[in-house]
């Protein structure tokens, strides 16, 4: 998840660390914090694959700033995980959200659709939090108000999510 939002970041225009860490943040940060004890090492990683460059910058005061830079591997990354992305990247909310905010670079219509067809499938999907002999167990079932609140609340976003799957998968053409 982390790689893909900085792949996809970088995408959109070279940043420097401070900057990528805050729109990282931004996107993932009220689930997930980001530390620099984390960024930093996946910069490295990825400048060690080729995927990103530094290109030292002058700074305002004194000390130079490191702009990061996509190079093309890091560009053919991005566009394999977006067309091809895992099971944990369809099925997990958190890392579908990071997929979804960067899926636009992936410019085939066509492809889009085959992505956006994996998560419709996985939405239609009988399921619950909870289950009962093994069903799913429905929100107007469970007597425990925080319980049916959680089960009203996961059925609306679904619901939500289902009808924007559909509607966007019909202008894509799929």
């Keep these: 998840?982390?790689?893909?939002?900085?792949?996809?970041f970088l995408h959109e225009r070279p940043l420097h660390g401070y900057d990528?860490?805050?729109?990282?943040?931004?996107?993932?940060?009220?689930?997930?914090?980001?530390?620099?004890?984390?960024?930093?090492p996946a910069i490295k990683r990825m400048e060690a694959k080729g995927w990103l460059e530094r290109k030292?910058?002058?700074?305002?005061?004194?000390?130079?700033?490191h702009m990061l830079h996509l190079r093309p591997a890091g560009e053919q990354e991005l566009l394999r995980r977006l067309r091809e992305p895992e099971e944990l990247d369809v099925s997990d909310e958190n890392r579908w959200f990071v997929l979804l905010a960067f899926l636009r670079h992936l410019r085939d219509p066509e492809a889009q659709a085959g992505v956006l067809r994996r998560r419709l499938a996985f939405?239609?999907?009988?399921?619950?939090?909870?289950?009962?002999?093994?069903?799913?167990?429905?929100?107007?079932?469970?007597?425990?108000?925080?319980?049916?609140?959680?089960?009203?609340?996961?059925?609306?976003?679904?619901?939500?999510?289902?009808?924007?799957?559909?509607?966007?998968?019909?202008?894509?053409?799929?």
């Design 1 to 8: 998840m982390l790689e893909l939002a900085i792949l996809g």
């Design 20 to 40: 990528l860490r805050g729109r990282v943040a931004a996107l993932t940060g009220h689930v997930r914090p980001i530390a620099d004890g984390t960024l930093y």
């Design 56 to 65: 030292t910058q002058p700074g305002s005061a004194a000390a130079p700033r």
């Design 123 to 174: 939405l239609e999907l009988p399921s619950s939090f909870f289950y009962e002999d093994g069903r799913p167990v429905r929100a107007e079932n469970v007597d425990d108000p925080f319980r049916q609140g959680l089960l009203t609340i996961a059925r609306a976003t679904s619901e939500a999510e289902l009808h924007w799957l559909r509607t966007t998968l019909t202008d894509l053409g799929g």
